[in-house]
């Protein structure tokens, strides 16, 4: 059994950056070898993918809204994923969880992911 501890959110201006972290403790599987990814969710949304790293970072992706802006990062040593996100917008205001093994192919989808933190709140004014 995993848990997952996501940090960092708090109230930003437009503009601004914020990282989150997510660290991943507990037994079973090896960090290094899993997937990480990213989902955020909006009062009244569906929780929504916004990025993933595979291990080793070989392999990264992004929301439309998140390129160019998010940037997801792992360091394998202290068991942490993290989300740069730079030049927040209004819109990027959610709960944003990160999430770890990855079940299926779809790794946008919600339900192809194994464990989820309990999520950190970020909330962009203008």
């Known amino acids: 059994q995993l848990q997952l501890v996501e940090s960092g959110g708090r109230l930003v201006q437009a503009g601004d950056s914020l990282r989150l972290s997510c660290l991943v403790s507990?037994?079973?599987?090896?960090?290094?070898?899993?997937?990480m990814g990213w989902f955020r969710q909006a009062p009244g949304q569906e929780r929504e993918f916004v990025a993933v790293?595979?291990?080793?970072?070989?392999?990264?992706d992004y929301s439309d809204s998140a390129k160019g802006r998010f940037i997801v990062s792992r360091d394998d040593v202290k068991n942490t994923a993290y989300l740069q996100m730079n030049n927040l917008r209004r819109e990027d205001s959610a709960i944003y969880y990160c999430?770890?093994?990855?079940?299926?192919?779809?790794?946008?989808?919600?339900?192809?992911?194994?464990?989820w933190g309990q999520g950190t709140q970020v909330t962009v004014s203008s």
């Open positions: 507990g037994r079973g599987r090896t960090f290094s070898a899993t997937s």
């Open positions: 790293i595979h291990p080793k970072g070989a392999n990264i």
């Open positions: 999430a770890c093994h990855i079940t299926s192919l779809k790794y946008t989808a919600r339900s192809s992911w194994s464990y």
